[in-house]
């Protein structure tokens, strides 16, 4: 999921949150939104550059690599860790934290299973067939070709396309 989703769906959840949480509404806000710096830190420390620019074109890559080490905040070793010190330090401000955290993994968790979703029923329906060339292949890519401001609408088929990897790579060049 996108990072100004994962923005939009946190300051709705802040809102609703606001009437218990009070002042400390921004600390679960702020973890589930900067939780993917850890994608940035990866890119950074891999390829030895502090360049936000380069690490935004890597990610948007037409299939940019999933590599566990880039996410490592969202591993569930350092949620279950985090669960465990709250428990243990009895810290609301540790429960706070992984509150956004988990929130926000479950964001991508819902995200990739309506995207493999997606994918595995539009090759279908294309009879594994690429949308641009005409070639078949066996796994094909899924493209957005328009994000919807709607989030009821994220998922409409009618976004998306199946592409073959060379096509897929030429999408996002241009
Ligand atoms: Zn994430
Ligand atoms: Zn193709
Ligand atoms: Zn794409």
Redesign the pocket.
């Given at each position: 999921m996108r990072v100004h989703e994962h923005v939009k769906l946190s300051t709705a959840a802040a809102v609703i949150v606001a009437p218990w949480l009070k002042t400390d509404t921004w600390i679960p806000f702020a973890a589930s939104v900067l939780i993917d710096v850890d994608h940035y830190l990866w890119h950074a420390i891999t390829y030895r550059t502090l360049s936000l620019r380069a690490a935004v074109r890597y990610f948007g890559q037409?299939d940019p690599p999933q590599s566990s080490e880039a996410r490592l905040l969202h591993h569930p070793i350092i949620l279950v860790t985090l669960l465990f010190l709250a428990i243990r330090l009895h810290s609301r401000l540790l429960a706070l934290i992984l509150s956004g955290l988990l929130f926000h993994v479950c964001l991508d968790a819902i995200h990739v299973s309506r995207v493999n979703h997606l994918k595995w029923t539009l090759s279908q329906q294309a009879h594994h067939t690429c949308s641009e060339c005409g070639q078949q292949y066996a796994a094909l890519?899924l493209?957005?070709i328009y994000v919807a401001r709607n989030l009821l609408d994220r998922y409409n088929p009618e976004h998306f396309v199946v592409l073959c990897p060379t096509c897929?790579e030429l999408?996002?060049g241009s």
């Open positions: 037409a890519q493209h957005t897929h999408a996002h």
